[in-house]
């Protein structure tokens, strides 16, 4: 089986919940910031009505880029857990089994193998808190992007208040 078949149920479970999405690629189909670009169009459509009007984000691939840092599995797995189980938006609502999500996850890391580069736009800092650039034209949002065994994944959730 093709590591994308194998990875596309794993995603589509964690983009469940209204306003998160999933994508799974071919490593070879493009740059990580162009699937994710790809990915935030996809969210900016389905989302359109939500958004504050004149909201604007990162317009190209390059820019998306350039808010994307990289982090660990570690944190990757706790972080791609929280966007698709929590809220963003109102932090401490639970938008779907939080335990499901973290088996979802680790079968997403699995499958991505040893090695697998891990990006995201979200910065944890003190008081357990998160800050973040955006990547979208949402007032909230949050994506993890990983690259392995020839396979892009990312989840992104977005909201407005």
């Known amino acids: 089986m093709e590591i994308t078949a194998a990875l596309r149920p794993m995603l589509g479970s964690l983009a469940k919940a209204d306003g998160v999405f999933g994508r799974v690629g071919r490593a070879d189909a493009g740059t990580v910031e162009e699937h994710v670009y ?3 169009l996809e969210a900016q459509e389905a989302w359109a009505s939500y958004a504050v009007a004149g909201a604007q984000g990162p317009t ?3 820019e998306v880029g350039e808010v994307l840092k990289k982090t660990t599995e570690e944190q990757a797995m706790a972080l791609m857990t929280c966007l698709s189980a929590e809220d963003l938006v ?3 609502r639970i ?3 939080p335990e499901h999500a973290r088996r979802a996850v680790e079968r997403v890391v699995r499958l991505l193998g040893w090695g697998a580069v891990w990006w995201t736009n979200i910065e944890p800092f003190d008081g357990g808190g998160h800050a ?3 990547v979208s034209r949402h007032t909230f949002d949050g994506v993890v992007a990983g690259v392995g065994n020839g396979a ?3 989840l992104l959730q977005v909201g407005d208040d």
């Open 38 to 40: 790809d990915l935030v």
């Open 60 to 62: 190209s691939p390059a």
């Open 90 to 92: 109102f932090p401490g």
């Open 95 to 97: 938008r779907r089994d």
């Open 132 to 134: 973040w650039s955006p």
């Open 152 to 154: 892009v994944v990312a």
